[in-house]
T-cell receptor, first 113, second 112 residues
Framework: SQKIEQNSEALNIQEGKTATLTCNYTNYSPAYLQWYRQDPGRGPVFLLLIRENEKEKRKERLKVTFDTTLKQSLFHITASQPADSATYLCALGGAGNNRKLIWGLGTSLAVNP | IAGITQAPTSQILAAGRRMTLRCTQDMRHNAMYWYRQDLGLGLRLIHYSNTAGTTGKGEVPDGYSVSRANTDDFPLTLASAVPSQTSVYFC???????????FGPGTRLTVL
């Protein structure tokens, strides 16, 4: 069955450092991958989308890579800030008109001042 | 309204009661979704609708029903609530293709 794995342990880093979160998947060939941020008590908020034919996507301090051979996406936050502390979710999407996403459990990130 | 609204914000419900969670979006998105989120299990799709008038079953549809009479509204009904339906419920919507999903603020439901 399709499976997505994200770092199960919380990630603690120092302010100003780069945070790197991992999303691995098996038994699936996604057309695209999305990253979301979720704060406690709130719904997820979309951050970035990367398609299967793209290697890298950037948005301000965020960078996402997508390696369909390794079946892995890496999510980087550079110059991290305490306000970046949240849970980050990756989600895989299929091709065509199927807009359903398969979700990872998320990785909790804490940026310490 | 801007985005997606859900009601109620939270609810405590006796087992066996019927409950409808409301979801409304004003972005004219074609697709809408209902998820439940439980600790250790993540977001699980309950039902979805690709366009008004159509619905489909997600990963965990049992005990839930939905309707999509128009573009904006996508209510989720628990016909006879059970304690295992205690969860946080999120409604979401998306536009064409590989669109990002926009989430509502969630409904925290406790079934006793």
């Amino acid at each position: 069955s399709q499976k997505i794995e994200q770092n199960s342990e919380a990630l603690n880093i120092q302010e100003g450092k780069t945070a790197t979160l991992t999303c691995n998947y098996t038994n699936y060939s996604p057309a695209y991958l999305q990253w979301y941020r979720q704060d406690p008590g709130r719904g997820p908020v979309f951050l970035l989308l990367i398609r299967e034919n793209e290697k890298e996507k950037r948005k301000e301090r965020l960078k996402v890579t997508f390696d369909t051979t390794l079946k892995q996406s890496l999510f980087h936050i550079t110059a991290s800030q305490p306000a970046d502390s949240a849970t980050y979710l990756c989600a895989l999407g299929g091709a065509g008109n199927n807009r359903k996403l398969i979700w990872g459990l998320g990785t909790s990130l804490a940026v310490n001042p | 309204i801007a985005g997606i609204t859900q009601a109620p914000t939270s609810q405590i419900l006796a087992a066996g009661r019927r409950m409808t969670l409301r979801c409304t979006q004003d972005m004219r998105h074609n697709a809408m979704y209902w998820y439940r989120q439980d600790l250790g299990l993540g977001l699980r799709l309950i039902h979805y609708s690709n366009t008004a008038g159509t619905t489909g079953k997600g990963e965990v549809p049992d005990g839930y029903s939905v309707s999509r009479a128009n573009t904006d509204d996508f209510p989720l009904t628990l016909a006879s609530a059970v304690p295992s339906q205690t969860s946080v419920y999120f409604c979401a919507s998306s536009d064409q293709g590989a669109g990002e999903q926009f989430f509502g603020p969630g409904t925290r439901l406790t079934v006793l």
